[in-house]
């Protein structure tokens, strides 16, 4: 049994991976690395009854891999590069390769996979930590389930300049809905539930366009999103929208939060 952990800047993601199969999955949050990366081991086996000695090894990756300089509890420990895990789980849980992956967390990065290897394409600050940020200042609620619970009734066109606002043609393949400019109206009438729809579509937005630039280049027509963020059911839309508007599919494959330790644990087993 192998151990993938990929210890996020908020979040610590662990699972188990034997012959080749996913087979447990936890996340825990801790206040630093040793800690995240200790407590998620101790959740996964204590919950399911593991045996210390069935694990063959730890696989590590994730912001604070670099923190952990020994083995965890004497079992061999290494580090995977992220971007290789990101590569590795994508292509894995999506069964495509010659793909974009996405993966959307505190920020966003974009990676290409495939025949040829693992590239960093690129990607942007922008993600779910701007999100929270923006919450804190602009919302009464800085949790994310209370931020999308209001979100739930918001309207754009109380925040948003959409093409309607400022023309009576379509542009291009946009129509009269599409975003002019993101709170480039804020009216005086909107309210918390409008503020928290404008800015997840903002961070999705952002987010679908360069991933659709990203595939373009890259001459392919789909997008495997991971991370957190692609549990985002607003965001879903907001990039179901982007696919209409660009013809690229954005894919959604199940466990997707769990791709980075999938990927480390994956990756030492030598099966990409």
Do not use: C, W
């Not at 309210?191 to 366009?209: C, E, K, L, R, T």
């Not at 495997?224 to 990039?239: C, K, M, Y």
């Amino acid at each position: 049994m192998i151990i993938g952990i990929d210890i996020g800047s908020t979040t610590t993601k662990a699972v188990s991976i034997e012959d080749g199969n996913v087979t447990r999955k936890i996340k825990t949050r801790a206040a630093d690395a040793v800690t995240s990366a200790t407590g998620a081991l101790g959740k996964i086996v204590l919950e399911n009854g593991i045996k210390i000695n069935a694990i063959e090894k730890i696989k590590i990756t994730g912001a604070g891999a670099s923190k952990i300089k020994d083995d965890i509890f004497g079992i061999p420990t290494g580090r995977v590069n992220e971007i290789e895990a990101i590569g590795i789980g994508g292509m894995f849980l999506s069964g495509m390769s010659n793909i974009i992956i996405t993966n959307i967390g505190t920020g966003t990065v974009i990676i290409e996979a495939g025949e040829r290897g693992i590239f960093h394409f690129g990607g942007t600050g922008v993600g779910g930590g701007t999100i929270l940020g923006l919450a804190k200042k602009l919302l009464p609620a800085a949790q994310f389930s209370d931020i999308m619970e209001l979100a739930k009734t918001g309207k754009l066109n109380q925040v948003d300049l959409l093409l309607g606002d400022i023309t009576d043609t379509s542009l291009s393949f946009l129509n009269g809905e599409s975003t002019a400019s993101n709170f480039g109206k804020t009216l005086d009438t909107a309210s918390p539930p409008d503020f928290a729809m404008a800015i997840i579509n903002m961070v999705y937005q952002v987010i679908g366009v360069l991933s659709v630039f990203a595939a373009r280049a890259n001459s392919v027509n789909r997008v495997i999103v991971t991370g957190r963020g692609s549990n985002n059911v607003i965001g879903q839309s907001v990039l179901a929208e982007i696919s209409r508007m660009y013809g690229i599919e954005f894919i959604f494959p199940q466990s997707a939060e769990y791709t980075t330790a999938i990927g480390a644990g994956l990756s030492s087993n030598g099966l990409f």
